[in-house]
């Protein structure tokens, strides 16, 4: 059974549109969420990443926000680019990151 | 910059065989990490390691063999491949620090026929 899920599997958004991806996990422990982006052909590189002490996070264009009632998080990029068409993974870990649950990976693809 | 590189890239293997990948990483990291990675399932941890000498179990260790000699190279190996072992399989390093990463290599794309 999949302890982190991720959703949905795969999205089509428009250039210069908002796209959210979320997660959703069952371990309380977990308190450490990054998310992962990967190019095809490419291993996966950290895009942002947040604590459970912090409800919101904020990057460029990207932003993470966690709910730790719903255990719950998400990703929002704004304004997207067709350069950010890739494979998005949520992942958590209850160490501080050395052992990470990925969830199984939502595939963007930004239109032009 | 992070660097982990893995060989081979890709590689056929017939059913039985035995199969060793390997991982270097030149980041002086301590944890290094083996994954495979099938659509639907996203990234499994298979066998990680804390430094040289040791090697733990991940979510799914069965029918994998971890080795760490050094502080720079990681290996998975398996003894006797199988075809449900067709997979994309990443090597990754990591250390502690207030915002952990792990740095993953290219893959190495496995078919065992």
């Known amino acids: 059974q999949q302890q982190v899920r991720q959703s949905p599997q795969s999205l089509t958004v428009w250039e210069g549109g908002t796209t959210v991806l979320t997660c959703s996990y069952e371990d309380s422990t977990f308190n450490y969420f990054p998310w992962y982006q990967q190019f095809p052909g490419e291993g996966p590189a950290l895009l942002i990443s947040?604590?459970?002490?912090?409800d919101k996070k904020e990057d460029g264009r990207f932003t993470t926000f966690f709910n730790k009632r719903e255990k719950k998080l998400s990703l929002h990029i704004i304004d997207s680019q067709p350069g950010d068409s890739a494979t998005y993974f949520c992942?958590?870990?209850?160490?501080?990151?050395?052992?990470?649950?990925f969830g199984g990976g939502t595939r963007l693809t930004v239109r032009p | 910059e992070a660097a982990v590189t893995q060989s081979p890239r890709n590689k056929v293997a017939v059913t039985g065989g035995k199969v060793t990948l390997s991982c270097n990483q030149t980041?002086?990291?301590?944890?290094m990490y083996w994954y495979r990675q099938d659509t639907g399932h996203g990234l499994r941890l298979i066998h990680y390691?804390?430094?040289?000498?040791?090697?733990e179990k991940g979510d799914i260790p069965d029918g994998y063999k971890a080795s760490r000699p050094s502080q720079e190279n990681f290996s998975l190996i398996l003894e006797l491949a199988t075809p449900s072992q067709t997979s994309v399989y990443f090597c990754?390093?990591?250390?502690?620090?207030?915002?952990?990463?792990?740095?993953f290599g290219p893959g190495t794309r496995l078919t065992v026929l």
């Open positions: 390691s804390y430094g040289a000498g040791s090697t």
């Open positions: 992942a958590a870990s209850g160490n501080a990151g050395a052992k990470l649950t």
């Open positions: 980041n002086n990291h301590n944890n």
């Open positions: 990754a390093s990591g250390d502690w620090g207030p915002s952990y990463e792990q740095y």
């Open positions: 947040i604590l459970s002490v912090s």
